[in-house]
């Protein structure tokens, strides 16, 4: 996968992503008092592979002139018919306000259809206030059965 928009490079992961792709998503949870959790909650970014490449998922990574400034990725789960849940969906501070979020999440749920898959589930704390405004005016409802510790809320969206 790669795609272009203003300025900026959305690519599958590669391993020699490990550290920038985790930094990223580290600072942005630092940005808002949430901890970073490499052993639990985060424990999918240090292993990749295990979590999205063997289980059909995709972690992508958004560079702007070569370097990483965000990450957004799916995989597969067991709640729900056919779903899916996204993952790691964070932009460096800079970048945002352009419209990239709006853009990554598009893209996710166009590339989610394409592969069959009818829900998407994600997971976010309140506290990440633009992601759950985005979330909101893309049609993701509220639902129930949050699973990750620092997270306290849940949507869902039926794909048509």
Not at 18 to 46: F, H, K, N
């Amino acid at each position: 996968m790669h795609l272009d928009y203003q300025g900026f490079t959305i690519r599958d992961w590669q391993g020699c992503d490990r550290i920038s792709a985790s930094r990223v998503i580290s600072q942005v949870l630092q940005e808002y008092g949430l901890p970073w959790q490499p052993e639990t909650a985060d424990r999918d970014v240090v292993a990749v592979e295990e979590y999205y490449v063997q289980t059909g998922g995709e972690f992508w990574v958004i560079e702007q002139q070569g370097k990483v400034v965000g990450t957004a990725a799916y995989y597969p789960i067991e709640r729900g018919q056919k779903a899916v849940e996204i993952r790691k969906m964070y932009c460096l501070p800079e970048v945002r306000g352009k419209g990239l979020g709006r853009f990554i999440l598009g893209q996710l749920e166009r590339v989610i259809k394409a592969r069959g898959y009818r829900e998407i589930w994600v997971e976010t704390a309140s506290v990440l206030k633009e992601a759950v405004r985005l979330y909101e005016k893309a049609g993701y409802v509220p639902a129930t059965g949050v699973e990750t510790a620092r997270c306290d809320l849940i949507y869902k969206k039926v794909l048509k």
